[in-house]
Structures are given as structure tokens and as C-alpha cells.
């Protein structure tokens, strides 16, 4: 079983819509949670942080459910920029405090 | 403030020999940094994490010998892959986390060298 589990998509929307992407995670003790951005051969760019309460931060929300173990993002009114792969990122709390990556959710914004 | 630059952004290679990557912290302390490779439609994997000054700690299945990685100074850690062959071709990404930056739990990454082994 994967560590950070995502549908790879794509998602194919319409300018305007609102899209939602979910992400499940194994590990119960991870500490911190994150949205990344990624372009097309590019590294990956830090969209939010998630926290327990929710999150909001212009058209993206953030949410988390521990007791779940899934993290979601919803993008409203979608802009044709984007378009990109968005990672799931979890923070598993180990000493050397490094990141676990999800294969991404691409979304394409179509006009 | 917490920009990562790498070079070179892309190397072409013959199989065989070695490859150096360069990650550098421009305007903070990098107390740790960590690199990753992604084969394409993958996601982002730890090859290794390094403090400045001490040895890298290697992710299971990451052989220490073929990818040494050094961190003498707290703005720059290198990765060499050495005697490279086609199926070290991938994405390479760095990232940095330390002093100086407007989160101090926050990796900041640099912009990847894609190497291509031949």
C-alpha cells in the first residue's frame, strides 16, 4: 500500500468549475500536511498548508480529517493556470523531518 | 528569501560516467537538505537526507556508493552519480530546509536537473 494515495486524473474541468481532489494517507502518526503545485517538468511549488481546522486561501480550501487519514483540496472558479499536477504531501514526523510525496492529480482547465 | 538553485538545469551523459549536481541555498543557511528523483509520471522519492557536516542517511533500496553525496558547507550539497547508466536517467530535485527562511520547517526546492544517460 502506497504511503500518500491520490487519483492521478486526469480531471478535465471547464473554466469556472470547481474541482475537489482527496488524498489518503497510511501512516496515523504523521505531523503536517501540504498541497504542492507541480508544472510540467518542473519542481514542485508549495500551494498550502493544511491544517486540522481548515484552511482557505483565495479559491483553494484545505481540509483535514485525522481520524480519516485524508486530506482534500478544493479549487473554486478554476483559471486556465490551473492546470498542473497537485501533490499530496505528508510530513511523517520522523527525526530527519523529510516529505512523502504522492503521485500528484492532474488537472487540465479547459476554456 | 529562501531561494534553492541547482546546476546544471540539464546533463546529457554517456553510460559509465559520473555526473555532479550542485544545490545551493542563495540566501539562507541549509541546515539539512534532501534529495529526491521522480521518474516521469511518479512522484517525487527520498533518495537522502543530509546535515551539513555529518554523513547523508540513504532511503532503503538507494545505494550509498553510487550516489555520494556531500554537504560540506551550509549552502551547498552535491550529488554525483557515479559510473551513470540509462536507468539512472531521471529528474533530480533538491530541496533545503534551515535558518533564515520565512518557515523553518518549510523545504524550499530547487528547480531539478533532468539527466539523461545515454
Known amino acids: 500500500r502506497k504511503e500518500v494515495e491520490q487519483d492521478p486524473g486526469p480531471f478535465n474541468v471547464p473554466e469556472g468549475a470547481t474541482v475537489a481532489f482527496n488524498c489518503t494517507y497510511s501512516n496515523s502518526a504523521s505531523q503536517s500536511f501540504f498541497w504542492y503545485r507541480q508544472d510540467c517538468r518542473k519542481e514542485p511549488k508549495l500551494l498550502m498548508s493544511v491544517y486540522s481546522s481548515g484552511n482557505e486561501d483565495g479559491r483553494f480550501t484545505a481540509q483535514l480529517n485525522r481520524a480519516s487519514q485524508y486530506i482534500s483540496l478544493l479549487i473554486r472558479d478554476s483559471k486556465l493556470s490551473d492546470s498542473a499536477t497537485y501533490l499530496c504531501v505528508v510530513n511523517e514526523g520522523t527525526g530527519r523531518r523529510a516529505l512523502t510525496f504522492g503521485s500528484g492529480t492532474r488537472l487540465q482547465v479547459q476554456p | ?118
Request: glycine letters at 6%; hydrophobic letters at 30%; a positive charge.
Open chain 2, 1 to 118: 528569501g529562501a531561494v534553492v538553485s541547482q546546476h546544471p538545469s540539464r546533463v546529457i551523459c554517456k553510460s559509465g560516467t559520473s555526473v555532479k549536481i550542485e544545490c545551493r541555498s542563495l540566501d539562507f543557511q541549509a541546515t539539512t537538505m534532501f534529495w529526491y528523483r521522480q521518474f516521469p509520471k511518479q512522484s517525487l522519492m527520498l533518495m537522502a537526507t543530509s546535515n551539513e557536516g555529518s554523513k547523508a542517511t540513504y532511503e532503503q533500496g538507494v545505494e550509498k556508493d553510487k550516489f555520494l553525496i556531500n554537504h560540506a558547507s551550509l549552502t551547498l550539497s552535491t550529488l554525483t552519480v557515479t559510473s551513470a547508466h540509462p536507468e539512472d536517467s531521471s529528474f533530480y530535485i533538491c530541496s533545503a530546509r534551515g535558518s533564515g527562511t520565512p518557515s523553518t520547517d518549510t523545504q524550499y526546492f530547487g528547480p531539478g536537473t533532468r539527466l539523461t544517460v545515454l
